[in-house]
């Protein structure tokens, strides 16, 4: 198979393959003409490589997994896999906990608003909003990374991450949408390296499930979320190579 056929075959785009190739995960042949050329062990080696992108492995170790699978045995895989998987779940329970104690203050910050009175003039300290008792007034920081021994280092793997992304062409038109109907209306600010989208906070939910479906697909992005009050604070970022692709999501960046 050409790379054409291989890609359509797969649903991979044909960017990601050549991709792939030069980070040592796919190797491929060559014609006389130059052409890359690929046989059916390429269609497995995609599967793996997919079925392992999808528990959220980054590509150094996807490599290294995949430098057992070629061995054969099914046992070493296992037993090379497990603790990967293990520490992914580790990292996703810890989000998860942050995710949970960053909603439980949104329903908190929400109970106190709907027990406030109606008042025909302005917000004002007295109306108890701005200095709530019922809920923390500190601005709440959700970095959507894993939250470990390693976060420190963690929090600058988007500037190496491979800029990359494993959605099909059709998929990367669908999120585009979303992010396109979620963000319509935020206010922009241009930041380094990236953008800040100003967002009504009952939103914070919505963007924290997208942006992690995308860090997923395209790890090279790093999603903060900052609540401050009624407002979200979502800051995107991404390498310099990476900008097309954030522009394309989330428009030109002023």
Known sequence: MRISQLAEHCG???????????????PADRSPAGYRL???????RLAFIGAAKHLGLPLEEVSQLLAVWESGACADVKANLRPRVEARIADAEVRAAELASFTATLHQALDHLDA????????????????????????????????????????????????????????????????????????????????????PANLAGDVAALAAAEQQCCPFFDFRLHLDGRLLHLEVRAPADGSGLLADLFGPID
């Open 12 to 26: 991979v785009p044909a960017t990601t393959l050549r991709f792939y190739e030069s980070a040592g995960l796919l």
């Open 38 to 44: 690929y046989g059916e062990d390429a269609v497995e």
């Open 116 to 199: 406030l009175p109606d008042r025909p003039g302005r917000c004002d300290p007295e109306c108890g909003f701005l200095t709530p008792a019922a809920h923390d007034a500190r601005p709440v920081d959700v970095p959507l990374l894993p939250s470990s021994q390693a976060a420190e280092a963690d929090t600058e793997r988007w500037r190496t991450a491979p800029v990359a992304c494993s959605l099909s062409a059709d998929g990367i038109g669908e999120r585009t949408t979303q992010w396109q109907q979620l963000t319509e209306g935020a206010v922009r600010k241009a930041i380094p390296d990236g953008l800040r989208l100003s967002l």
